[in-house]
DNA sequence: TTGTACGCGTTATCAC
DNA sequence: GTGATAACGCGTACAA
C-alpha cells in the first residue's frame, strides 16, 4: 500500500527555488507573475505531480467545493441524467458533487438535511423534484448559507436558482396534438394531489382541451399516484366509460404502463382502439408493448444549466431557467380510428426503434 | 443571505471554561473525561448549534471522509440502489459519498479517475460493474492509497475488498426450475463479450442445463450487447429455430424485453407458447407485459457491506461479500405446454402485480 | 483529567 | 513581482 505522503506547496516551493505563496499564485493563476518564474514553477508542479489539498484550499478561503444533489425521486433514470449533467459541467473545475437521498415522508426531513449541510459545509445544494417544490426547505438551505438551485416543473423560484421544464405547455401540445390525429373523447390520468408537477400537467390538459375545442369529462379523468398499480385502477375505471375514450393521456409513464396493462387485458388494441401518450420517457416507456409515446424532459441540459447557476451565481440569471420539453413519438399514439384523416393507424409490428425513435423528432413545443 | 460564520471549536472552548483540547475530546469521545466537564462541554455544543469543520479535521488528520462511487452502468436503478445502500451505512458518520460517472470506452479513464482521486483526496472508492471488472483500474486507485471495494458477479478479489452476487448459481437454478416446469428446449441469450456478468452467466445456464441433463443447442443460443435491439435480433434468430425453444434465459431484462417484442410480434403467446427469465429486475421488468420473472440481486444490502468494507477496513474480513440473488417469480414463466406436469400455464390476464408479486417469493438459490 | 504549543496545507496581508 | 508571517479549525505531543 504505497503510502508515500504527496507532494505540499512547500515541497513545490523548495524545489522550485522561490516562496509558497508566489506557487500559490501560479496555482490561481495570478496575471501578475513573471512568466519565466511561472513556467519554472509549472515544469516542477509536472515533475512532482502535485496537486493541491482541497481541503486545507478550503479551510483557509472559508469556501467549500463540494455541491450537495438533494433528492427523493423515483424516477432513477432522472435523477441519474441529473448526476450526469452536473459532472459535465463541473469536471474541469475543483467541485464534487455529493449526493444524499432522503426521504420526503420523513418527520425528520428537515433536520436530516440541515444537519447534512451543517457537517458538509456545503457550498450549495440542488433540489429535485418532488422536493424541490418545498419552499421551506429551500429558505432552510439559504439560511445555512449556501446556494440554491430547484429543478421543477413550474416557476418555483426566481429564476437564478430555478431550472425548470415548463410541463404545462408540453402536455397542452400533446394533447392538442391528439386532437389533431383525430381524437375528441380524450382520457386523463392525472398525478398525487401536492405535487406541483402533477398540477402543471393537470392545468395543460385542461389547455390542450380548450384549444382544441373539446369538454372535459370526469368520467373518463382519474386521480393516480404516479405508481404502476394506480394506472391500473385508472384503466379499471376509463375503460369501462361509454363511450370509451379513444386516447389517453397520462402524466407519467409507469401509470401509463399499468393501463395499458388492462387495456391489453380487455383485448383493446393500441394504438388502433386507443392512443396512449405517457411522460418522463423512462426506460420502460421504450420497452413496453407497443413503445409508450411520451414527453422528455431534457434533463442533461437542464442539469448543465443547474450546475452553472450553482458554481458561477453571478452568471446565473443569464442563464436559461425554462426548457421545453419533446414529444417522443412512438407506436402508442397514432390516428383515430373514426377520425376522417388519412394517416394510418401506426402498424402494430412497429417496434419504434428506428432511427426516428432513438433520436427525438420536432418537439411539438415552440419557444414563445 | 445569513452569514454569520458558523461557531469554531474555540468558541465552544472559550464559552465553557475549557481548552480546545477538551472539547475536542469531547467530540471524539475520549473515555478519559471528567463526567461533568463533558456534560458542560455537550450543552455549550448544542447551544450553538456547533458542528466540526470536516475540511479541517481531515486536514489535521491527514485522513478524508469521502468515498467515491465510480461508476459506468447502464442500469440506473442498480445505481441509485447502491447509493441509498451506501447513504444508509454512513448516515451517522462523518463520512459522504461523492459520484463520479464515468464513460469506460474513454481512452483517458484512467487518468481521469486518478485525477478525480488525487483532487478529492478519496478515502476509498467502490466500483461498480462493469469497471470494476478492470484490474487495472483497481490496482491505481490503491497506489493512489485509497482503500478499494469492487462490486461484481463473481470472486474478482479478496473478500475484504469484495461485495459480490453469485450470478452462476442463480442462473443455474434458475434454467433447472424452468427444466423443472416441464422444458427441455431452453435458448440462450448471452451478454457481451469481455463482461464478467456475462460470462458467469453463461456458465450458470451451462451448469443449469448440465444438472437437468438437457444438451446445448448453439441454434438456439445468442449473443447480445445487453441492450434492447441485441434482444430483438436474438429473437429473430432463435424464435426462427426448428423446433422452436419453450422456454428462454436472457442474461439481462432488456434483451428480455427485446426478445419479447420479437415473440409478441409474431404471435407467440407468453408464457403459454414460450416462458421467458431476465435478470436484473429492472423497472421494466415489472411493467412490460407480461410481467417478467427475473432474477434480482439483492443491491441494497451488498451497498452497504461494502460500505461497510470501505469505511472500516478492519471489520471487512468479517462481512460477507457473496451474496446470493432472488428469483422474482412473475407471469412470463410457466410450466411447459407439452409437458405432462399438471399446473396450468400462469393465466394471461395475471397482472402479476399481486402480493406474490411485490415481495420475492423464497429464493431459488440456496446457502451453500 | 486538563491545558499549551505546534503542525496540517493553503491563502491573505503587507511589506519589500 | 515576490516573500515572510499570520490566519483557517482541528488534532496530537507533551507537560502540568
Redesign the pocket.
Known amino acids: 500500500m504505497p503510502k508515500e ?2 507532494p ?3 515541497d ?1 516551493a523548495r524545489l522550485s ?9 501560479v ?2 493563476k ?1 496575471p ?3 512568466e ?3 513556467k519554472k514553477v509549472e515544469a516542477v508542479i509536472a515533475e512532482l505531480g ?4 482541497p ?3 478550503a ?4 469556501r467549500n467545493f463540494l455541491i450537495g444533489l438533494i433528492h427523493d425521486n423515483p424516477n432513477a433514470q432522472m435523477v441519474l441524467g441529473v448526476q450526469e449533467g452536473i459532472l459535465e459541467t463541473i469536471r474541469d473545475t475543483e467541485f464534487a458533487l455529493v449526493v444524499r437521498p432522503v426521504d420526503r415522508h420523513s418527520p425528520a426531513l428537515l433536520d436530516d438535511i440541515r444537519h447534512f449541510i451543517e457537517q458538509q459545509r456545503l457550498f450549495g445544494v440542488m433540489l429535485l423534484p418532488p422536493i424541490s417544490e418545498n419552499d421551506e426547505l429551500a429558505d432552510m438551505c439559504r439560511a445555512l448559507g449556501c446556494t440554491v438551485v430547484r429543478m421543477g416543473s413550474a416557476a418555483l423560484d426566481k429564476s437564478e436558482h430555478l431550472v425548470a421544464s415548463n410541463d404545462r405547455q408540453a402536455v397542452a401540445d400533446a394533447v392538442y396534438w391528439l386532437s389533431e390525429l383525430g381524437h375528441k373523447r380524450i382520457g386523463f390520468i392525472a398525478g398525487p394531489e401536492g405535487f406541483r408537477s402533477a398540477r402543471e400537467r393537470e392545468l395543460g390538459f385542461a389547455d390542450g382541451m380548450a384549444r382544441a375545442g373539446l369538454p372535459l369529462d370526469p368520467a373518463i379523468m382519474a386521480r393516480g399516484t404516479y405508481r404502476f398499480e394506480s394506472g391500473q385502477a385508472a384503466g379499471d375505471k376509463l375503460l369501462a366509460a361509454t363511450p370509451r375514450p379513444t386516447a389517453i393521456f397520462s402524466s407519467n409513464d409507469e401509470m401509463a404502463a399499468g393501463f395499458l396493462h388492462r387495456a391489453l387485458g380487455q383485448g383493446i388494441r393500441v394504438p388502433q382502439d386507443l392512443s396512449i401518450i405517457g411522460f418522463d420517457n423512462t426506460a420502460t416507456a421504450a420497452h413496453i408493448w407497443p413503445p409508450l409515446t411520451t414527453v422528455q424532459w431534457p434533463i442533461k441540459a437542464m442539469a448543465r444549466a443547474a450546475a452553472s447557476k450553482l458554481i458561477d451565481p453571478a452568471d446565473a440569471a443569464s442563464q436559461p431557467s425554462i426548457f421545453l420539453s419533446d414529444l417522443i413519438r412512438r407506436a402508442s399514439a397514432a390516428t383515430c380510428a373514426g377520425a376522417h384523416g388519412t394517416d394510418a393507424p401506426a402498424p402494430a409490428t412497429q417496434d419504434g426503434h428506428g432511427p426516428a425513435e432513438t433520436q427525438p423528432l420536432t418537439p411539438v413545443t415552440k419557444s414563445r
Not at 527555488?17 to 499564485?25: D, L
Open positions: 505522503p504527496k505540499t506547496i512547500n513545490v527555488g522561490v516562496s509558497k505563496k508566489t506557487v500559490s499564485r496555482i490561481n495570478s501578475l507573475l513573471n519565466a518564474t511561472r502535485y496537486v493541491p489539498n481541503q486545507a484550499r479551510l483557509a478561503l472559508r
